[in-house]
């Protein structure tokens, strides 16, 4: 099937929140123009790409409207809502707006960009990247956070297992995978760098495997560059090597964000 003919320009960098925009453009078949955006040079935080997303992070969507005027948008979800609603006319992947799986949908999307997200992103920052840690490092001050953010995976974890284990078509709503299915993937099969594990959650597991062996999803955890996490998963040299140079990138932008430094703002 030809793919559909689009102006899109999708920025974006190989971490969970830009899988799932690059996910749900090969789902939709859109042919679309992707930009690699080199978050290790702070090219996120440069002016052109400020011209789009004004906070500064990735991912970021450009596309100009049937009128002609062009459009910029940031924040995963408000792109991923905005990209069925333009392009998933046949609701291949979504719900016909106002009904009440497509309210139950975006419900989902949320959870995830308001709740799993956040908290994995914490969860993975002490046990990664705070200063002295890395799994298997006694760090006694990393403690607490570390406990209390991979706690609350869990928790976030179970409602997800409980939810899937009631699905009669083992996607979150309804009968088809939708743009929630689509914005927890990348964050669900990324749980180990979280100090955690799916395995003991056997519907979240099988969903994952669902997930990953669409032919959209294959591909577009690849763009931009391949998505490595279940092969980092095996190899804990190359583990302590992102600990330690992504550690220190995190840590050198949150003393210059601590100085005033606007252009090196996380």
Known sequence: MARTKTRI?????QVPDCVKITTLLEELELDYEMRLVDVSKAEQKEPWFLAVNPNGRVPALSDV???GTALNLF???SIMQYLVERYDTCHKISYPKGTAQAFQ???????QTSGLGPIMGQAMHFTRFAPGTGEGTPTPAYDYPRYRYRTEVNRLFRVLDTALSRSSSGYLVGDRCTIADLALWPWVVSDFW????RDVYPHLQQWEQRMAARPGVD???HRPGTHFMKELAKDPALQKTIEQVGGAW???LQDNNAKGNPSSRL
């Open 250 to 252: 995190i840590r050198n």
């Open 105 to 111: 949908t975006s419900s989902w999307l949320f959870f």
């Open 75 to 77: 924040e995963s979800g």
């Open 65 to 67: 409207l049937p009128d």
């Open 9 to 13: 320009v999708a920025y974006v960098a």
């Open 194 to 197: 979280a100090g955690v594990s």
């Open 219 to 221: 591909v577009g955890r």
